[in-house]
């Protein structure tokens, strides 16, 4: 009833200012939500999960599971504030509630967090029950932190199916965010390796999954941040990055490439889902 009085008045006040005023902005009316959905909107508004978007930019997501770390934490936070670098962190919900002040500090300097459940079971193997006692609680926890709720959640493991993500969306209003660059970093393969592989994999669009409670991985970072910074990456967060998808081109054509290509362009990224235990 509000919304469609509000509306009304909207459009009335819309015409009153389109006579009055030619090529103004356009009516307040098409801020608010759910009043009329936008003609055009986003791709990325219907889409539940994401592995990778396609961007047009050096836009690239890093996400650090698993913490947050009273030790390594800080220390990555350090690290990214050195390189303007945003990041997501999506927490364990008992270690959240034990650092709620690494999270304040963290949405402080401009990052996110997101869920990761409270205890890191496998999702997909559990109840419905089960898996809503997981979030619920872990989403207690951020917002006792830092006073909001959280929009994003990590499942552990990658672990959960179609139907949990409709629910999960439908019922805590989340996305489900996975990864496409994972160096499986808890696999502790050495700081050179974890480096490596993220310089390898990381493109336009990329989120990539590393993990907050491993020593070497913070040590991995200084060298792997000096490099993306190096090759023009960006790190936002997420939600940010979400917000910057753009529908994906049609995929090329079998045709070879163009003799020439400079080393350095990056490859258009078509994800594969992520096939290993990480997250
Ligand atoms: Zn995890």
């Given at each position: 009833m509000f919304a469609r009085l509000s509306l009304a008045f909207s459009l009335i006040s819309y015409l009153w200012l389109q006579g009055s005023?030619?090529?103004?902005?356009?009516?307040?009316?098409?801020?608010?939500?759910?009043?009329a959905p936008a003609p055009?909107?986003?791709?990325?508004?219907?889409?539940?999960?994401?592995e990778s978007v396609y961007v047009d930019g050096p836009y690239i997501a890093l996400t650090f599971d698993d913490g947050p770390n009273a030790n390594l934490t800080p220390k990555l936070l350090n690290m990214l504030a050195a390189h303007h670098f945003k990041a997501t962190f999506f927490v364990v919900g008992q270690n959240a509630a034990d650092h709620p002040d690494i999270l304040r500090r963290a949405i402080h300097e401009g990052h996110e967090v997101g869920n990761?459940?409270?205890?890191?079971?496998?999702l997909g193997k559990m109840s419905d029950d089960g898996v809503r006692r997981e979030l619920q609680k872990t989403d207690d926890a951020i917002f006792a932190a830092i006073g909001k709720h959280p929009t994003l959640m990590r499942p552990p493991y990658g672990s959960i199916t179609a139907r949990q993500k409709r629910w999960i969306h439908d019922d805590f209003g989340y996305r489900i965010i996975l990864w496409?660059?994972?160096?499986?970093?808890w696999k502790r393969p050495g700081p050179a390796v974890v480096t490596s592989r993220i310089l390898k994999e990381t493109h336009p669009g990329s989120i990539v999954l590393a993990h907050d409670i491993h020593p070497p991985t913070i040590e991995a970072m200084a060298s792997t941040f000096d490099q993306l910074e190096r090759k023009g990456f960006k790190s936002v967060t997420v939600s940010e990055l979400l917000t910057m998808a753009k529908p994906r081109p049609p995929k090329a054509t079998a045709?070879?490439?163009?003799?020439?290509?400079?080393?350095t362009s990056p490859p258009v990224h078509s994800s594969p889902a992520p096939a290993n235990p990480g997250g």
């Open positions: 005023f030619a090529q103004n902005d356009p009516p307040a009316a098409e801020q608010s939500d759910r009043v055009s909107a986003s791709p990325a508004s219907a889409q539940i999960t994401f990761h459940s409270w205890t890191h079971p496998n496409d660059v994972d160096p499986l970093d045709t070879p490439r163009a003799t020439g290509t400079p080393a």
